[in-house]
């Protein structure tokens, strides 16, 4: 019998593409019923405990104070909590984790160990005199670059980076060990008792009392597993780190997400410029929202003036641009919509979104075809969300509906305007969720209101 072994689909020939996941290359012969040696042979089910509800430790979280991440973490960090953060390679999970870790070593007197394997102590190290803001004259990119004037040009804190002399050396305030097998990664834990470890990452974790290649699913499954219950049963707060593929899929069984507390992404924007650490789960705190950070040359630092940013970006001076607010993970966002409006060429107009779902905009053509006796059959229109945001959000309904109309009538909208509201299919306005919080994200803005505009007949007037 052969197995895939990124899904574990059996097959009794070897297959060139798994008919299961559509991986190419990944039959292996099927390791369980390769012959084990006696010494591998483990003993199971070696932790249980009868739960006593009611009791809470007092000093159960660790302190950790980050403006954005505060966001995230309402200051604290779990004592026993399996924290699981994913993202493309290279988008900066090390790096935030690293700050992380200094600020948890900073504020608390705890034991934290940060075991890696993809990288040395040099590079680590590296890393963290970039966070430090030390020039470093053998790099091509710190080259003579005077810290506090290389971040000022990004968010408005990123100027109180202070250059540190290269020659100082770092002493952590945590241990760092270069390891990927399971088993030194759990001794070394328990035999040093620390109350916080890192794994970066969970798929380079390896054990040989399993039998499934490195870096499979079964692998990541076992091990994630093993390390998520020796946290439990001692104590230790745990940071898995892992990758996902370049589909965006978490490389790994997404039962990982069941076993762990909090589930972290981290995204990019379009460009590459920004990255989103956003909650996906959240069994402490808030599982709605996102922190907002740049990656610049000294470290991965917070975006505070996000709104300045996309407003100064935005062309609000051309038709079919509009302001409106988006409720991105569950915190408000201020973005700017753009429509174009192009003769179609084909038998069926195109409806091309970006940011938006593209029903939505079908929904909003036609209450716009019907209400304000505009024919838009003629057009291919295309809606786009300039960053990386996605709006599964009906509150931009309006927003839509005006840019659209601004482009079929070549109307420009005054850019102090900001849309909030979700349409019915009567041509009704209708309030949107959070339209509180979204209100409160624009005070210096003119925001469309109910007094104003109640159907969507009225819109003619208000542009
Ligand atoms: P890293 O944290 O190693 O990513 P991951 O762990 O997700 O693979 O980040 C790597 C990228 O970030 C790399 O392209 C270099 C860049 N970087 C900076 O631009 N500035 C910095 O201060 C640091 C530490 C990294
Ligand atoms: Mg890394």
């Not at 102590?121 to 506090?148: F, M």
């Not at 996906?280 to 705190?285: L, P, T, V």
Request: charged share 25%.
């Amino acid at each position: 019998m052969y197995l895939c072994h990124d899904c574990e689909h059996a097959n009794p020939v070897k297959l060139g593409r798994c008919p299961n996941c559509w991986a190419f290359g990944t039959f292996i012969k099927d390791p369980t019923k390769v012959k084990k040696s006696k010494s591998t042979s483990v003993r199971e089910g070696t932790w249980w405990d009868q739960l006593k509800l009611g009791t809470t430790k007092a000093s159960t979280w660790y302190d950790l104070q980050h403006p954005e991440m505060e966001r995230i973490f309402t200051s604290w960090i779990k004592w026993w909590g399996l924290y699981l953060l994913w993202g493309e390679p290279g988008i900066g999970k090390s790096t935030i984790m690293l700050q992380i870790l200094e600020q948890l070593s900073q504020n608390n007197k705890i034991k934290i160990a940060y075991f890696s394997w993809e990288e040395d102590s040099s590079q680590i190290t590296d890393r963290k005199n970039r966070l430090d803001g030390k020039p470093n004259d053998d790099h091509p990119l710190t080259k003579g670059v005077d810290a506090g004037k290389a971040a000022a040009g990004g968010s408005q804190d990123q100027a109180a980076v202070e250059p540190k002399s290269a020659s100082e050396a770092w002493s952590p305030g945590f241990d760092i060990y270069q390891a990927h097998h399971l088993e030194d990664i759990l001794t070394t834990t328990e035999a040093n008792q620390y109350d916080l470890i890192v794994v970066d990452s969970i798929q380079t974790v390896y054990t040989p009392h399993h039998p499934s290649v490195a870096w499979s699913i079964s692998q990541i499954k076992r091990c994630s597993e093993k390390i998520s219950e020796r946290c439990k049963k001692n104590g230790v707060a745990c940071f898995l780190i892992g990758h996902v593929t370049k589909w965006g899929e978490i490389a790994g069984p997404k039962y990982l997400e069941h076993i762990v507390d909090v589930v972290l992404y981290l995204e990019w924007d379009r460009y590459g410029q920004y990255r989103f650490l956003r909650t996906k789960k959240n069994r402490f705190g808030p599982s709605d929202e996102v922190g907002i950070f740049e990656m610049t040359l000294f470290g991965l630092l917070p975006v505070y003036d996000l709104k300045d940013r996309i407003i100064n970006q935005a062309n609000i001076t051309a038709p079919g641009n509009v302001l409106t607010v988006g409720i991105d993970n569950g915190r408000p966002v201020i973005v700017h919509l753009e429509v174009l409006l192009n003769k179609a060429n084909g038998k069926y107009p195109q409806r091309i979104t970006s940011g938006i779902e593209q029903k939505r905009l079908q929904i909003i053509i036609a209450i716009l075809e019907r209400y304000l006796k505009i024919n838009l059959s003629a057009f291919d229109i295309y809606v786009n969300i300039p960053w990386e945001f996605e709006f599964r959000d009906t509150g931009l309904d309006l927003a839509i509906a005006a840019a659209v109309y601004s482009q079929s009538k070549n109307v420009i909208i005054d850019k102090q305007l900001v849309f909030l509201w979700e349409l019915g299919l009567s041509g009704q306005l209708l309030p949107t969720k959070n339209h509180k919080r979204r209100k409160n994200d624009i005070q210096e803005f003119d925001c469309i209101d109910f007094e104003r505009i109640k159907y969507i007949t009225e819109l003619p007037q208000i542009l």
